[in-house]
């Protein structure tokens, strides 16, 4: 059955190394969302897209943090560089959206959880 | 910005019983999803909701979607192991892409 795949599925790295996270929407959804897991924070919001085109980012720190959409089947989300407060779990979720809102399951990933030491 | 009030924030139940959890807003929703988180997994989409007073089921899940717009609720009856995570609802705003989450309830069965 059709699901949204991530890799990797763990990522272990040191301060101010980058990191690339992929995702793989399920065929035929025309928007990707990045959202990032916290104990304290709960699920955030980091950016989305539809029909690949960024939409909203402003979840996002700007200064280290990039997401992209090279085509209809990748989105990345990369770090650089990282720091250890960027330790989290990162899913991908993809989706049916139509321009103005209206219909919106969001299917999630396994997630990315990453340590930065 | 936007919140979810999601309660409670926990629960310890007995095997067999029936559970019940909300999401409160002072927002009104176009639509109400409520999600479940194993560990190590993503949320998984339990049941979606599009019109207020809708009443959806899936197996031993219901959930309602408020007259108000503002709340929504879930049930699960007759717990049974599986069922251990964290729930979470998640609303969308009119006219925005975006959904919003509660911050879970996380269901605990004692053995």
């Known amino acids: 059955d059709a699901r949204v795949t991530q890799t990797p599925r763990h990522k272990v790295t040191e301060m101010g190394q980058e990191v690339t996270m992929r995702c793989q929407p399920i065929?035929?959804?025309?928007?990707v969302f990045w959202y990032r897991q916290t104990m304290m924070q709960g699920l955030e919001l980091l950016a989305y897209?539809?029909?690949?085109?960024?939409?909203?980012d402003s979840g996002m720190p700007k200064d280290r943090f990039s997401a992209e959409m090279p085509d209809a089947t990748l989105a990345t989300l990369k770090i650089q560089p990282s720091e250890p407060r960027d330790s989290a779990v990162y899913f991908c979720a993809s989706g049916w959206t139509l321009t103005g809102g209206g219909y919106n399951e969001q299917f999630f990933g396994p997630g990315t959880r990453l340590t930065v030491l | 910005g936007q919140q979810l009030n999601q309660s409670p924030q926990s629960m310890f139940i007995q095997e067999g019983e029936d559970v019940s959890m909300n999401c409160t807003s002072s927002s009104i929703f176009n639509t109400w999803l409520w999600y479940k988180q194993d560990p190590g997994e993503g949320p998984v989409l339990l049941i979606a909701?599009?019109?207020?007073?809708e009443l959806t089921s899936n197996g031993r899940l219901t959930a309602q979607f408020g007259i108000t717009r503002k709340d929504s609720f879930l049930n699960i009856s007759a717990s049974i192991p599986s069922d251990v995570g964290i729930y979470f609802c998640?609303?969308?705003?009119?006219?925005?892409?975006?959904?919003?989450f509660g911050k879970g309830t996380r269901l605990h069965i004692l053995p």
């Open positions: 065929l035929g959804h025309n928007t």
């Open positions: 998640a609303g969308q705003l009119p006219r925005d892409d975006k959904i919003i």
């Open positions: 897209f539809r029909n690949r085109a960024p939409l909203d």
């Open positions: 909701l599009y019109k207020a007073g």
